[in-house]
C-alpha cells in the first residue's frame, strides 16, 4: 500500500510560480528576507521547511489544507471535470491546458477560479459514483427552469422529505450546471444530523459539533427526458429526487408510476446479435451468452446459457441447432431476460478474451450503470441498434455539445 500524500509531497511536485505565490500570499504567511520565488526544487523545500516551522498553528492548518483540498480533482477524471467546467470560458480553458500535471492543472483552478472548481468537483462526483446511478425514464423534454422562485420550491421540497423522513435538511443547497455534452447537472447538499467529532483546533483538542453533508446529484437530458440519479437510501429516496426534479424545474406532476423504467421488447435478439459499430469500435466478438424465455401461457419458464465449449457461438443460434422446429424462439416464447457479451482482443500474452457483460431484462432492468461514462454510451448506442432501447430512452448528449467536445482536441476523453 503506497503512504498518504503529504503536503511537503504537493509543494515538491508543483512548480513555483504566480499561481503558488498567490496561494502563500493569501495566507499572509511572512517570507524570508530578500526571498526571491523561482522554480526550483530548492524554492519548493525550503517552502516546506517555512510552512513547518510557521509558529501559527491555525494558518499553517490553513495552508495545509488548501494543498491537500487541491489533489482532489488531480487525476484523470478529475482533469476530464475541469476542462467539461471550463468548456464555455476560453480564458480559463487555456490556462488548464497551459498547467504541467493534473495536480497542477487543479491547484491554479483551485486557487484563480474558486468557483469552477466547485463546478468541477461535483462533475467529478458524479462520474466518479456513475456506477451507483440510477437511469429513469421521465418522458419530459422541457427546458429547466432557473429562477430563483423554482429553486426555492425544488430546495424547499427535499427539505420537507428529509425532514419527514430523517428529522434533518432544515438546510438545503442547490446547484444547476451545465455539462459539455448538452446535459444539465443538478447538484443538491442537505444538511444531516449534527455529530460531535473529536477534533484539533490549533493546538486545542476538543469534540466540534457539525453537520455532515448528504451530497446528491441528477443529470438530466432535455433532447430525450432521460435522468440520472444519485442519492443515498432506496427507490424512495431516487423517486423523490426525480418527483421534485420534474414538479419544480421542469414545471411537470409526474409520480413515480410515470417514471418507472418503461419494459423492453427483447424478441431482436431471436436473430442473435448483428452490431457492426461494435467492431468498428474494437470489440471482436458478439454473443447472446443466455436467455431467459416464458411459454406463451406463462406457466413454463426456460433459462438457456451457451457453455464454454460453445466457442462464443449465440444461445439463440445453439437452440435453432438443437431444436430445430420445437424451438422455444419460434413458437411464441418470449426472451424475458438476456445476458449479452461483448468481447475484446486478448491483453499481450493473454490467450482470454476480456469480456463485458450487459444484463437486461424486458421489465427494463439494466447494469449499464456499472461501466463508466464512455462505455455505457457506447453500451446503450448498441441497445438502440438491436432495437431494445428507443433512442429517447438513453441519456444522448446533445450533437452541438458533441462537435464542442471534438473541437477542444479530445481533452475530455
Same mark, same amino acid.
Given at each position: 500500500?503506497?503512504?498518504?500524500?503529504?503536503?511537503?509531497?504537493?509543494?515538491?511536485?508543483?512548480?513555483?510560480?504566480?499561481?503558488?505565490?498567490?496561494?502563500?500570499?493569501?495566507?499572509?504567511?511572512?517570507?524570508?528576507?530578500?526571498?526571491i520565488?523561482?522554480?526550483?526544487?530548492?524554492?519548493?523545500?525550503?517552502?516546506?521547511?517555512?510552512?513547518?516551522?510557521?509558529?501559527?498553528?491555525?494558518?499553517?492548518?490553513?495552508?495545509?489544507?488548501?494543498?491537500?483540498?487541491s489533489?482532489?480533482?488531480?487525476h484523470?477524471?478529475?482533469?476530464?471535470?475541469m476542462?467539461?467546467? $471550463?468548456?464555455?470560458?476560453?480564458?480559463?480553458?487555456?490556462?488548464?491546458?497551459?498547467?504541467?500535471?493534473?495536480?497542477?492543472?487543479?491547484?491554479?483552478?483551485?486557487?484563480?477560479?474558486?468557483?469552477?472548481?466547485?463546478?468541477?468537483?461535483?462533475?467529478?462526483?458524479?462520474?466518479?459514483?456513475?456506477?451507483?446511478?440510477?437511469?429513469?425514464?421521465?418522458?419530459?423534454?422541457?427546458?429547466?427552469?432557473?429562477?430563483?422562485?423554482?429553486?426555492?420550491?425544488?430546495?424547499?421540497s427535499?427539505?420537507?422529505?428529509?425532514?419527514?423522513?430523517?428529522?434533518?435538511?432544515?438546510?438545503?443547497?442547490?446547484?444547476?450546471?451545465?455539462?459539455?455534452?448538452?446535459?444539465?447537472?443538478?447538484?443538491?447538499?442537505?444538511?444531516?444530523?449534527?455529530?460531535?467529532?473529536?477534533?484539533?483546533?490549533?493546538?486545542?483538542?476538543?469534540?466540534?459539533?457539525?453537520?455532515p453533508?448528504?451530497?446528491?446529484?441528477?443529470?438530466?437530458?432535455?433532447?430525450?427526458?432521460?435522468?440520472?440519479?444519485?442519492?443515498?437510501?432506496? $427507490?424512495?429516496?431516487?423517486?423523490?429526487l426525480?418527483?421534485?426534479? $420534474?414538479?419544480?424545474?421542469?414545471?411537470?406532476?409526474?409520480?413515480?408510476?410515470?417514471?418507472?423504467?418503461?419494459?423492453?421488447?427483447?424478441?431482436?435478439?431471436?436473430?442473435?446479435?448483428?452490431?457492426?459499430?461494435?467492431?468498428?469500435?474494437?470489440?471482436?466478438?458478439?454473443?447472446?451468452?443466455?436467455?431467459?424465455?416464458?411459454?406463451?401461457?406463462?406457466?413454463?419458464?426456460?433459462?438457456?446459457?451457451?457453455?464454454?465449449?460453445?466457442?462464443?457461438?449465440?444461445?439463440?443460434?445453439?437452440?435453432?441447432?438443437?431444436?430445430?422446429?420445437?424451438?422455444?424462439l419460434?413458437?411464441?416464447?418470449?426472451?424475458?431476460?438476456?445476458?449479452?457479451?461483448?468481447?475484446?482482443?486478448?491483453?499481450?500474452?493473454?490467450?482470454?478474451?476480456?469480456?463485458?457483460?450487459?444484463?437486461?431484462?424486458?421489465?427494463?432492468?439494466?447494469?449499464?450503470?456499472?461501466?463508466?461514462?464512455?462505455?455505457?454510451?457506447?453500451?446503450?448506442?448498441?441497445?438502440?441498434?438491436?432495437?431494445?432501447?428507443k433512442?429517447?430512452?438513453?441519456?444522448?448528449?446533445?450533437?452541438?455539445?458533441?462537435?464542442?467536445?471534438v473541437?477542444?482536441?479530445?481533452?475530455?476523453e
Open positions: 500500500m503506497s503512504r498518504p500524500q503529504t503536503y511537503a509531497d504537493i509543494l515538491l511536485n508543483l512548480p513555483v510560480d504566480d499561481t503558488l505565490k498567490t496561494f502563500i500570499e493569501r495566507h499572509t504567511m511572512p517570507l524570508p528576507e530578500g526571498w520565488w523561482h522554480d526550483s526544487v530548492q524554492a519548493s523545500k525550503s517552502l516546506v521547511g517555512l510552512i513547518q516551522m510557521h509558529p501559527n498553528a491555525a494558518m499553517r492548518d490553513r495552508i495545509v489544507a488548501g494543498l491537500h483540498a489533489t482532489l480533482l488531480a484523470p477524471l478529475g482533469k476530464q471535470a476542462f467539461q467546467a $471550463a468548456h464555455d470560458r476560453p480564458t480559463e480553458l487555456m490556462g488548464l491546458i497551459a498547467c504541467k500535471s493534473d495536480l497542477h492543472r487543479a491547484f491554479w483552478l483551485y486557487v484563480n477560479h474558486p468557483a469552477l472548481y466547485e463546478a468541477a468537483a461535483e462533475i467529478e462526483y458524479l462520474d466518479h459514483h456513475g456506477q451507483q446511478a440510477q437511469q429513469h425514464d421521465l418522458g419530459i423534454k422541457h427546458p429547466i427552469k432557473r429562477d430563483e422562485a423554482s429553486i426555492a420550491a425544488f430546495s424547499d427535499i427539505k420537507g422529505f428529509y425532514q419527514r423522513e430523517l428529522g434533518c435538511g432544515e438546510v438545503c443547497v442547490v446547484n444547476v450546471l451545465d455539462r459539455v455534452r448538452g446535459t444539465q447537472l443538478i447538484s443538491i447538499h442537505a444538511k444531516d444530523l449534527a455529530t460531535a467529532k473529536l477534533e484539533f483546533e490549533g493546538s486545542q483538542l476538543q469534540r466540534r459539533v457539525g453537520s453533508n448528504i451530497h446528491m446529484v441528477l443529470e438530466y437530458a432535455q433532447a430525450t427526458g432521460v435522468a440520472r440519479t444519485i442519492i443515498r437510501g432506496g $427507490a424512495k429516496y431516487h423517486a423523490m426525480c418527483e421534485a426534479f $420534474a414538479r419544480h424545474l421542469l414545471g411537470v406532476d409526474a409520480d413515480a408510476q410515470r417514471i418507472q423504467t418503461p419494459r423492453l421488447n427483447l424478441s431482436n435478439l431471436r436473430l442473435g446479435m448483428n452490431i457492426p459499430q461494435a467492431i468498428d469500435d474494437g470489440f471482436v466478438g458478439l454473443q447472446v451468452k443466455s436467455v431467459t424465455v416464458v411459454s406463451g401461457c406463462g406457466q413454463l419458464k426456460m433459462e438457456c446459457t451457451a457453455s464454454a465449449a460453445s466457442d462464443q457461438r449465440c444461445v439463440t443460434d445453439l437452440l435453432a441447432d438443437y431444436f430445430g422446429s420445437e424451438n422455444p419460434t413458437r411464441g416464447w418470449l426472451i424475458q431476460a438476456a445476458v449479452l457479451n461483448f468481447y475484446l482482443a486478448p491483453l499481450q500474452g493473454k490467450s482470454r478474451r476480456p469480456v463485458v457483460s450487459v444484463e437486461i431484462t424486458s421489465k427494463g432492468r439494466l447494469n449499464l450503470h456499472k461501466f463508466d461514462e464512455k462505455l455505457r454510451s457506447q453500451l446503450e448506442g448498441y441497445l438502440v441498434q438491436l432495437g431494445i432501447l433512442g429517447q430512452q438513453v441519456l444522448q448528449p446533445d450533437p452541438e455539445a458533441a462537435k464542442q467536445k473541437l477542444v482536441g479530445g481533452l475530455f
